[in-house]
């Protein structure tokens, strides 16, 4: 299953280790958006917690 999983049906050229183009957030913008994510996942763990102690 490994082999079939190397194989690829098309050629490997230039164009395939390109990065991406059509980017949906930038990478500039990704940063502080996991760190808004993490943080606000902090925040519903600590609720959370709160409820019971």
């Known amino acids: 299953m490994n082999e079939m999983a190397l194989r ?3 050629a490997l050229n230039q ?3 390109n990065t991406p183009t059509d ?3 930038p990478l500039r913008w990704s940063v502080p958006i996991w760190l808004a ?3 606000g996942s902090w ?3 600590i609720y959370v917690v ?4």
């Open 15 to 17: 164009d395939a280790l």
């Open 50 to 53: 709160s409820l019971f102690f």
């Open 23 to 25: 980017e949906l957030v």
């Open 8 to 10: 690829s049906k098309q």
């Open 43 to 45: 925040v519903g763990v």
């Open 37 to 39: 994510l993490a943080a």
